[in-house]
């Protein structure tokens, strides 16, 4: 298959950026990865050409550097589009350092755009977050539901980034989509890439998968006295193969000429709210594995239920999830053993 199309995917050997490089190898694009490797390991570059047969070029660059930033242009004059994942993004870590969070996820954006209009390269996509919406007054959370003031120094990034690139398709040639997305989970079903998180993981599913394998003695469940059915909190759970190939039709909603204005938004989740302990509970039905666990306070910042109504992405782009959480529960884990060298 002959890949001319070269797309840069800024953060493509983190959780969903490599996911998002299978799926565009697989689509036929060629994509250009740029990573400073903060949150992610260089073997990941395996993985992407074990699944694919493709070892996609690979720049480890800290796009705070212009100078780099300038470099890959320079050394990919015709970029297609740019894929942008790379930024800081642990909610509590950006209140303990804000000046990082600011620097990095806007400093990188804002160089990313420059080269971009200077050089014509005319489709952004843009990985935001349903942490925009804070605590939601109606769900589910549709693209018109009100961006709330953030909690985060996180989650303000993701709110100010969507403003510079609204501003600058103002007044450049270029096409921008915002998507937002709930909550990614899962692994690439073959278990040769996968989440990687770095020290005691702040998310749910890998701190699951990691107490099932023994790393920790137990999960603890952040309240259980929420207002919602079981009392534990709700979020929209997706897999990221499906997240992934939502890049996949964005990138040929855009190529297509088929947006209707020059930044569109598009909420990225199932449409389906699971709870803490409907997760808990479909990860042991079907991994068999114990999973320990205690009902412990709620931890600050957490809102009690968000999860997306998806019907902009349907209806514009034909995307829905094909996989269930069942599914990326049991690629979870398979993920899990595999690095862990647990026995299949
Ligand atoms: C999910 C639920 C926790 C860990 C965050 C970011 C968001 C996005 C996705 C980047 C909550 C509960 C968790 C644990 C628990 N990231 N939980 N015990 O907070 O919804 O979203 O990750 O874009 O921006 O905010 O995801 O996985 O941390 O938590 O009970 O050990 O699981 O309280 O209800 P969250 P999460």
Redesign the pocket.
Known sequence: MKRDKEILLTGGLGFIGSHTAVALLEAGYMPVIADDLSNTRPEVLDGIEKITGVRPPFYPYDLRDAALVKDIFDRHPRLEGIIHFAAS?Y?NESVENPLKYYENNLCSLIHLLKEAVNRGTDKFIFSS???VYGLPDTLPVTEETPVKPAVSP??NT?QIGEEILTDTAKVHDLKVILLR?F??IGAHPSAEIGELPVGV?????P?ITQTAAGLHPE?????DDYDTPDG??I?DYIHVMDLARAHVEALKYLEEGRNKDKVEIFNVGTGRGHS?MEIVRTFKEVTGAPLPYRIAG??EG?VPA?WADNTKIRREMGWEPRYTIADALRHAWAWEKKIRGLEE
């Open positions: 993004k909610v977050s349903c942490t996180y989650g993701k997305y909550n990614p993981p702040q998310n749910l599913v701190f999960l603890r469940i952040f309240g534990t909190a979020r803490v709620r931890r957490d968000i």
